[in-house]
């Protein structure tokens, strides 16, 4: 039986109060007023949908999430159009991943229809938080974990769904502009046949040493190699890696298992070949794009996900014998880059054809 996200009360912000949140909303640090949730359960299966007032959940101390880390989330936007209306991009995409993740993390699948149903829901409740200005949208994040209160280790027979939302400027504070990125071979995100392809909490966390570990070198982000041999090139803490070659090939390791399925990924492979790249899903070892940025057959290198859409890279830097060296790009922002940047974005913001059908209007 399909879930309803019935509205449940009225409470809304001030609009005067919306608006200076949407001045300057940062990211993922003000959120709207309402929530969808529902619960899952072994004798009931799913049931309870509704769309509520934002607000804490009251959970037991001994809830499985908080000592075993069983959850999973999503993440995707919503665009507010130069006519006003609301568009969210691919979400049937993130509801798809959504059912992946919580395959390989042993939680109840929500159906398509349902996810969809309560992104729609939460996003027409809170249609006056879209931002309008440029680079701005409404940042969505659906998330399931486990809420029931025991302390052994076997799957959750009650779990909680929600979805939020919040306001969002561009991810990095500087925009678009390139980043430097730390290459650790020290630390890894993911090994075979662990979480690498589900979107789950535990693979953020594991990312988060070597991210500090980067930022003490001056770095925005950290780019990961494999577990086994620190050999090839996997992802970035939080995006997925591509190199745009002299030749204009564009490439990308290929999701193996180990590496998240972007849906923003995706979408830039599809593009490219409109936009005379040849896309290229191949493994790329460390040592083989090193030299390429340094011989000049990759010429402009950057990082893709739904947060930060697409991010160029300045250079990546590394640790040799002690000491820093960079490694930089013949383009910090070059035009392979840009285009694909703003192909993309003018998709999203309904300024050129949605060829691909990617747009779901929702208000």
């Known amino acids: 039986m399909a879930l309803s996200f019935t509205r449940q009360d009225t409470t809304t912000t001030p609009t005067a109060e919306i608006e200076k949140v949407l001045a300057d909303p940062g990211f ?91 992104i729609d829901a939460l996003i027409t409740a809170d249609a ?100 086994a041999t620190h050999t090839w090139i996997e992802e970035l803490g939080g995006m997925n890696f591509f190199v745009v070659t002299a030749d204009d090939r564009l490439l990308t390791p290929p999701t193996s298992g180990t590496i998240l399925e972007g849906i923003t990924r995706d979408s830039i492979l599809t593009l490219a070949p409109e936009i005379g790249l040849a896309p290229e899903e191949k493994p790329l070892t460390l040592d083989e794009v090193l030299a390429g940025i340094v011989d000049g057959e990759i010429t402009e290198a950057f990082a893709c996900g739904t947060a930060a859409v697409v991010t160029p890279i300045r250079s990546l830097r590394r640790e040799v014998e002690g000491h820093d060296e960079d490694v930089v790009l013949t383009h910090s922002f070059g035009p392979k880059t840009a285009k694909i940047r703003q192909t993309l974005v003018d998709i999203q913001w309904g300024r050129t054809p949605d060829r691909h059908e990617w747009m779901r209007r929702i208000a």
Not at 31 to 38: I, L, P, S
Not at 99 to 109: G, H, K, N, T, Y
Not at 148 to 166: H, K
Request: hydrophobic share 40%; proline share 4%.
């Open 28 to 118: 993922g640090v003000n959120f709207t007023d309402h929530m969808a949730t529902a619960t899952w359960s072994a004798d009931q299966g799913w049931h309870d949908g509704a769309l509520e007032n934002y607000h804490p959940f009251d959970l037991d101390p001994g809830v499985a999430v908080f000592h075993y880390g069983q959850e999973i989330f999503e993440g995707l936007k919503a665009y507010r159009w130069s006519d006003g209306s609301i568009w969210v991009f691919r979400p049937e995409m993130n509801a798809r991943r959504f059912q992946r993740s919580a395959q390989r993390m042993e939680l109840p699948v929500l159906d398509e229809a349902d996810f969809l149903a309560s």
């Open 128 to 227: 006056a938080w879209v931002p309008s200005a440029d680079e701005m949208s409404l940042y969505v994040r659906p998330f399931l974990f486990a809420s029931e209160s025991f302390l052994g280790v076997r799957s959750s027979n009650v779990v909680q769904y929600a979805a939020i939302a919040s306001p969002a400027a561009p991810y990095f504070e500087g925009g678009i502009g390139g980043v430097d990125i730390w290459v650790t071979t020290t630390y890894s995100r993911v090994g075979s046949g662990g979480t690498g392809a589900a979107k789950c909490g535990g693979n953020y966390a594991a990312s988060l040493i070597a991210q500090n570990e980067g930022a003490r070198h001056g770095c925005a982000q950290v780019l990961f190699t494999d577990a």
